[in-house]
Antibody
Framework: QVQLVESGGGLVKPGGSLRLSCEAS????????MTWIRQAPGKGLEWVSY????????DYADSVKGRFTISRDNAKNSLYLQMNSLRAEDTAVYYC??????????????????WGQGTLVTVSS | EIVMTQSPATLSVSPGERATLSCRAS??????LAWYQQKPGQAPRLLIY???SRATGISVRFSGSGSGTDFTLTISSLQSEDFAVYYC?????????FGQGTRLEIK
């Protein structure tokens, strides 16, 4: 069965850095685009970043552009999010999620069919 | 960015009754609309995609409808496990965007 397991969250001071990881299993990781989505405490969902299956195409929400870097290691079935210059407003549970892929049309559909359990990032002094 | 607006913010319904949740897009998203369910302390779970297609393993009590800018999620005969927060998400336009959620609570 599809599993996504995040790790790397924790407490960090404003201006600090953190690297999140997401280990995938139960599907062919190299076939899928992946994404990070976050949820501030008591708030709704916010898309953060995505990466193509090959890693050749990447995008970010404006709120994190220039500070966060998404990457993947297909040999390790793993997705990463390097977060620098962290701010209080980055405090959230961070989920990795799989982007649904339409194998008939050969294109992604940007909704999210499997999610990890999330990892909490708290930015506070 | 497309703004997704869900209503109501909170919906109180008795078990066994039907719940109707609404989602409106700031411009047409065709049928590129998904619904998710989130229970406390859990990750969101995909319920509906393509505005009306149920995801794998989702009960037939969940149905989606609409196209363009106005969408509805209907849950028939509410069970205790259905009380949760529901989010809509459009994926027609970049970047993908979510509504603020509707909390479905027991009346």
């Amino acid at each position: 069965q599809v599993q996504l397991v995040e790790s790397g969250g924790g407490l960090v001071k404003p201006g600090g850095s953190l690297r999140l990881s997401c280990e995938a299993s139960g599907f062919t990781f190299t076939d899928y685009y992946m994404t990070w989505i976050r949820q501030a405490p008591g708030k709704g969902l916010e898309w953060v970043s995505y990466i193509r299956s090959s890693g050749t195409s990447i995008d970010y929400a404006d709120s994190v552009k220039g500070r966060f870097t998404i990457s993947r290691d297909n040999a390790k079935n793993s997705l990463y999010l390097q977060m620098n210059s962290l701010r209080a407003e980055d405090t959230a549970v961070y989920y990795c999620a799989r982007v649904r892929y339409d194998f008939v049309w050969g294109s992604p559909e940007y909704y999210f069919d499997y999610w990890g359990q999330g990892t909490l990032v708290t930015v506070s002094s | 960015e497309i703004v997704m607006t869900q209503s109501p913010a909170t919906l109180s319904v008795s078990p066994g009754e039907r719940a109707t949740l609404s989602c409106r897009a700031s411009q047409s998203v065709s049928s590129n609309l998904a619904w998710y369910q989130q229970k406390p302390g859990q990750a969101p779970r995909l319920l509906i995609y393509g505005a009306s297609s149920r995801a794998t393993g989702i009960s037939v009590r969940f149905s989606g409808s609409g196209s363009g800018t106005d969408f509805t999620l209907t849950i028939s005969s509410l069970q205790s496990e259905d009380f949760a927060v529901y989010y809509c998400q459009q994926y027609k336009h970049w970047p993908p965007s979510f509504g603020q959620g509707t909390r479905l609570e027991i009346k």
